[in-house]
């Protein structure tokens, strides 16, 4: 089945330092691919998204591009902030799987001042 | 546009009972799913309706239920709740396949 595996926090960084969270995934065919965030005590909040192979999905300076050949979809951005802090979750959408999502484990990001 | 809303946002259950928890999609979204997140199993997906119709669901034992109502508005019951049910249910409303979800806050249940 669909699986993704993203790599284990938490990651700690200094401020306007960059960022890297490496997301590989195993799915038939070409999925959509996501990224969402959550903050404490909140529901996931859709960051950013690629449908197609190298499409380049971007929001408040992240991106990830969708990498076919090496099937990963890895997050970055050039300098956080400590309001970045949260959790990122990398998601799949299938094409056989209807509209269901298969998220990783998720990477939680903490940005010290 | 208002967003995707769930009600209650929090619930403490006895072990035993049943709950029934409710999520209004965002307005013409169609495509409603459940997730729950727990710590140790992270995201998993429940169940996704479509036009009322449970189109998709996902490995979890038949204490677990939902439907969606003609107005999108969607809810899901767990009866029989076990200890191990405490967790944060997360209800999602999308525009169409492959265009992503946009979740709630989430209802947080626990279950003592």
């Known amino acids: 089945g669909d699986s993704v595996t993203q790599m284990e926090g938490p990651v700690t960084l200094s401020e306007e330092a960059f960022l890297t969270i490496n997301c590989t995934y195993t799915?038939?065919?070409?999925?959509?691919l996501f990224w969402y965030v959550q903050y404490p005590g909140e529901g996931l909040q859709l960051l950013l998204k690629?449908?197609?192979?190298?499409d380049k999905g971007s929001n408040k300076g992240f991106e990830a591009t969708y990498r076919k050949e090496t099937t990963s979809f890895h997050l970055e951005k050039g300098s956080v902030q400590v309001s970045d802090s949260a959790v990122y979750f990398c998601a799949l959408s299938g094409r056989n799987a209807g509209n269901m999502l298969t998220f990783g484990g998720g990477t939680r990001l903490m940005v010290k001042p | 546009k208002a967003g995707v809303t769930q009600t209650p946002r929090y619930l403490i259950k006895t072990r035993g009972q049943q709950v029934t928890l409710s999520c209004s999609p965002i307005s013409g979204h169609r495509s409603v799913s459940w997730y729950q997140q727990t710590p140790g199993q992270g995201l998993q997906f429940l169940f996704e309706?479509?036009?009322?119709?449970?189109?998709n669901k996902g490995n979890f034992p038949g204490r677990f239920s939902g439907r969606q109502f003609s107005n999108s508005r969607s809810e899901m019951n767990v009866s029989t709740l076990e200890l191990g049910d405490s967790a944060l249910y997360l209800c999602?409303?999308?525009?169409?396949?492959?265009?992503?979800?946009?979740f709630g806050s989430g209802t947080r249940l626990t279950v003592v």
């Open positions: 999602a409303s999308s525009p169409g396949q492959g265009k992503g979800y946009t």
């Open positions: 690629a449908t197609k192979a190298d």
């Open positions: 799915a038939t065919g070409y999925p959509s």
């Open positions: 309706y479509f036009s009322e119709t449970q189109r």
